[in-house]
Each structure stands twice: as structure tokens, then as C-alpha cells.
């Protein structure tokens, strides 16, 4: 569907905060002229990246709900990750590139509002926006779940083993 980077500083960050497990998606931006047609597909990535993000067990994600009363605010991250109750914000911009291509860049914060070093950019063709959906979603997912850690994986690995032999072993 388009071509993406991963760009970090320290892939290996991994939080042991528990704070760092609740998460909120603020409503994606547009950048650039134009801007209110790109409104609608700002509003499904935003949405499907939640619905992606609440299939990890061992996150809280907050409800499109949740973070609505910050879709058109201009309020500072730490702020919202404050009165969400939240350790990680993601936030996302849609932004035109040349004629026919749209970056779609996704980026991490913690509770103070800091970077996470890490940012999912992907270039796609206008006409394949709403395709490129679910590949953002999942893209953003993994970045997550690399600064949120091995403590992700080990948990719903935990979760999904019946054997408690097995469980015990991981």
C-alpha cells in the first residue's frame, strides 16, 4: 500500500511504569492546505489505531470518547496525559505530500510530553488512504509495544497459555 521507516533513537527502551501501559490516541491533525478533506480519513485512522491498540490485553486504551474533549484543543501533552490518567499519548498528523501522495507520521510521547524517540512514517497514494488503515494501526501497534517493551509480549503470551507448566516456564 505505501512504503514506511521506522525511525528511533533507542529501540530498546522498555518501561517498567505501569502508568506507561494506559494509553491515549489524540485525534490525528491535518497539516497543510486543504485540510477539511482530509477531516473523515484523520478521524478512521485515529479510530482504527484505538480499536488495533485495545486488542493488547495488557494495555488500557481510552475510548474515541475519552480523548474527543481534546480533538480541537490546543493543549499541552502533559496535560492531557494528566487529566487522561494516561503514561503514553500517541499523536498523529496527515499531511499532503506533492500531488497524489499523503505521510502519514505517528509519533509517542510519554506523561511529561517527552518524545519517545520513536516515529512511524508512511507515504501512501491518496486513492489508497482508506486501505492504508489497518497497516498504520498495526505499524503504530509494534512501535508501541517496543517501547512499552518485552513485558507486552510476556504477558499476553502468559495470558494466552493454558498449560500452567507452560506458564510457569515463561
Do not use: C, H, M
Amino acid at each position: 500500500v505505501g512504503a514506511y521507516r521506522f525511525l528511533a533513537r533507542d529501540a530498546t527502551v522498555v518501561s517498567t511504569d505501569p502508568l506507561a501501559r494506559k494509553v491515549a490516541v489524540r485525534y490525528f491533525t491535518v497539516a497543510g492546505t486543504n485540510s477539511s478533506q482530509l477531516l473523515p480519513a484523520a478521524e478512521r485512522l485515529t479510530e482504527s489505531l484505538i480499536r488495533e491498540l485495545s486488542t493488547v490485553r495488557v494495555l488500557s486504551v481510552v475510548s474515541p470518547n475519552g480523548v474527543a474533549q481534546f480533538r480541537n484543543d490546543n493543549v499541552a501533552r502533559d496535560s492531557v496525559a494528566r487529566a487522561l490518567k494516561v503514561g503514553t499519548l500517541v499523536e498523529g498528523t496527515i499531511e499532503p505530500e506533492g500531488k497524489d501522495q499523503l505521510r502519514i507520521t505517528v509519533r509517542l510521547y510519554d506523561v511529561s510530553g517527552a518524545n519517545l524517540g520513536s516515529a512511524r512514517t508512511i507515504k501512501v497514494n491518496r486513492n489508497a488512504l482508506f486501505k492504508a488503515e489497518e497497516s498504520v494501526a498495526r505499524d503504530v501497534s509494534a512501535a508501541l509495544r517496543q517501547v512499552i517493551g518485552p513485558e507486552i509480549q510476556l504477558r499476553e503470551a502468559q495470558a494466552a497459555t493454558r498449560n500452567i507448566t507452560a506458564w510457569t516456564l515463561f
